[in-house]
Each structure stands twice: as C-alpha cells, then as structure tokens.
C-alpha cells in the first residue's frame, strides 16, 4: 500500500556522520564471451559487478571456483583476483561496471557481500536489467553520466532491500562494519604490515574512532587485535611447519626475533619454542573464530578475549 504523503512535514534524511557511496564510475560494457575466451576487464584498484545474462562462465579466485550461469554474477574488489572465463562451447553474454567511491565496501557488507563471498544471485533479473540499462544509457548523449550514475545507484539499493536481516544502522552497527572491514584488510596481509593510522584512513575515519569501534565490538583495540593476528598466525606456523623461529617471526610481521619472543610469551605465558615443543593448555587467540561469530551475528557481545588488559 503506497504511503500517505503528509504536508508541510520536514523529513530528516542524514547527517554529518552518515555514511555516503559517492560513487564514480569508471568503465562498464556488455561482452559476449566465446569458448576460451578469459574476460579482462577486472582492475586491480577499483570494485566492479559482472552479471551473466546467458551461457556459463567458470570463475575462479581468492575465494574459489564456482561457475555462473544466467541470473547470477560477482563482485569484484580492489586487489581481488579473479579470473573469468568461458571453458563451454556455447557462448555467454556478460554486463559489467567498474567503479569506486568512498565507504563502497561497508553498503556491500550491510548487503553480506564481501571479498570472500562475492557472489550475487538475482533469480528476479532486477540487477541484469539495471546493469543493461546502466550500458545501454552509456552509448547516449548527452546526460549520460548522470544517468548511469542513478542506475548504480538503484542497484546498490535492490542489493540492500533484498537483505532484510540488517535493517538500519545505529552507532554499533556502524562500528561492526568498520571493524569487519579493518580486519579484512589485516587478513589479508595486513597483519604484517598494518599501521591503525593507514587501516583509518582507509575506511576515512581517525585512528581514535577506529580503536573505539574495536573496542566497542571485541573488546580490544585495534593495535592489540593486530598482534592478537599475529600470534595466532605464528602459533599456527610453529605448528604446522619445522621453519626455524626466526623465519616465523618475520613471516608475521616482527623483524626482531627477541620481540616477536617476548610478544608471544606475553599472550601465550610460553616461548615460542615451548609453545613448539608441546607445552599442555596454552591460550591461543583464536582471530579467526571471532571475525566467523561477527559475520553471522550483528547483536550485542562481551569481549571474546576475557583478561585480556583493555588499555
């Protein structure tokens, strides 16, 4: 039932805080794809959405393989690789975009799309049409950009309304989001790496708002989560490999063996080469359990490391 439109009522849209797409587009095309035929068009540096409109293509990347048909497609994200291509002698038709914008990935993670689960069904064809439509206004002058800028638009909007479990976002959710894609971003390579101020500014928000939203969520802030990662990873390696400790603390970030030593026996109450040797009943962060729970729950939660000193 349509909405009764009230008058002289002042509707409160956003505020300074509010999040905002302020999205760009970049390239965008409709390809048909021949047997062998690998599609080219996903950039390291930018986010794209491909959608099969006929045929099958075999996909295969970061998060897997898998082939989609008609009705399905994929999202592409900055330093993703992915690999697209048509092992079938029947021939496949793909529509693409490529574009960019400021906070893009926390409105695909309120639509659960993530780098490692990129996938999009869309059994009603409402993004094919909208992406179709998108090129289509693409080859039409004038006004064009303003044109395929409001189909981009819509479709991060049907995205949105076709996940229900995530409603709004108040002061928590907002937090949980910028948390998920913080520790993103350490997972995948960032843990060796990674500074707060950088993992900040790339989510444009302060080092201080970052470390509340960490602790706000996980009870810990985000230097500790940090070196949390770290010696899960290396407790991992001193498991499962024979390298010498050395080569573990490097391969985790830490350049100096005697504080990589001290750092772990700090979280572990061992060495690692205790650790190592099979010392009984040793806490060991478990990060990746954690950023599991946060995926499947968006409620309120105490902090999963119990004594762990806040500060």
């Not at 330093?79 to 893009?104: H, P």
């Not at 006004?143 to 928590?172: K, V």
């Not at 001290?262 to 009943?281: L, N």
């Amino acid at each position: 039932m349509q909405a009764q439109i009230q008058r002289n009522h002042a509707v409160a849209i956003s505020g300074r805080t509010h999040l905002n797409l302020t999205l760009n587009i970049f390239q965008c095309g409709c390809q048909k794809m021949h047997q062998n035929y690998i599609f080219p068009y996903f950039s390291d540096d930018t986010f794209g959405l491909l959608m099969v409109n006929e045929g099958s293509v075999h996909l295969s990347g970061d998060s897997g393989g898998a082939m989609l048909t008609s009705g399905q497609g994929v999202v592409h994200f900055p330093g993703q690789k992915l690999t697209l291509v048509n092992d079938l002698a029947q021939a496949a038709s793909v529509t693409w975009v490529n574009f960019g914008g400021y906070l893009v990935d926390v409105y695909l993670s309120r639509a659960n799309i993530y780098a490692s689960k990129p996938f999009v069904n869309d059994p009603e064809g409402e993004i094919s049409r909208l992406l179709t439509a998108l090129y289509e206004r693409s080859l039409v002058m004038p006004n064009r950009y303003c044109m395929m800028m409001a189909r981009l638009y819509e479709i991060f909007s049907y995205l949105l309304e076709q996940n229900p479990t995530r409603p709004g976002m108040d002061g928590r959710q907002n937090s949980m989001y910028f948390v998920l894609i913080a520790i993103d971003n350490i997972e995948n390579g960032g843990y060796r790496t990674a500074k707060v101020d950088e993992l900040a500014k790339s989510l444009g928000i302060s080092r201080k708002h970052l470390s509340a939203s960490f602790l706000q969520v996980i009870g810990v802030p985000t230097k500790k989560y940090i070196i949390l990662y770290r010696i899960e990873r290396a407790c991992a390696l001193l498991r499962e490999t024979v390298q010498p400790i050395s080569e573990v603390a490097e391969l985790v970030g830490y350049s100096d063996q005697f504080h990589f030593a001290k750092e772990f026996k700090r979280i572990t109450g061992v060495t690692p080469s205790e650790y190592r040797s099979g010392q009984a009943g040793v806490p060991v962060p478990d990060c990746t359990k954690l950023k599991e729970d946060l995926l499947n729950q968006f409620g309120g939660r105490s902090s999963v490391f119990e004594g762990e000193d806040e500060s």
